[in-house]
Nanobody, 117 residues
Framework: QVQLVESGGGLVRSGGSLSLTCVASRSIVGVVMGWYRQAPGKSREFVAS???????TYSDSVKGRVTLDRSNAARSVYLEMGNLKPEDTAVYYC????????????WGQGTQVTVSE
């Protein structure tokens, strides 16, 4: 089974920044990759995605504060987040679209991001 491992989460103050990394156990060449998040009491929501060609899509809630990049050689995707807000507090999940480009089918276990007031 494919494994996705996230890292980089932690506690930051409002206005701070951090970077999340997702490393896949198999090649991500030709695979759409994405990030989702889930806050307590809320459903999982889309954050950002990147196509095999490097085209990115961001949710309105994070656009302008987030940059998503990928390295196929490193089997990794990177989510750089700045000007963080308390509402960004959530578990962030890496996702891969191995079977279909339209939806994720493989998930990491998540990394906690907490933004204090």
């Amino acid at each position: 089974q494919v494994q996705l491992v996230e890292s980089g989460g932690g506690l930051v103050r409002s206005g701070g920044s951090l970077s999340l990394t997702c490393v896949a156990s198999r090649s991500i060449v030709g695979v759409v990759m994405g990030w989702y998040r889930q806050a307590p009491g809320k459903s999982r929501e889309f954050v950002a995605s990147i196509t095999r060609g490097g085209i990115t899509t961001y949710s309105d809630s994070v656009k302008g504060r987030v940059t998503l990049d990928r390295s196929n050689a490193a089997r990794s995707v990177y989510l750089e987040m700045g000007n963080l807000k308390p509402e960004d507090t959530a578990v962030y999940y890496c996702a891969a679209h191995y079977q279909k480009e339209s939806s994720p089918d493989t998930w990491g276990q998540g990394t906690q991001v907490t933004v204090s007031e």
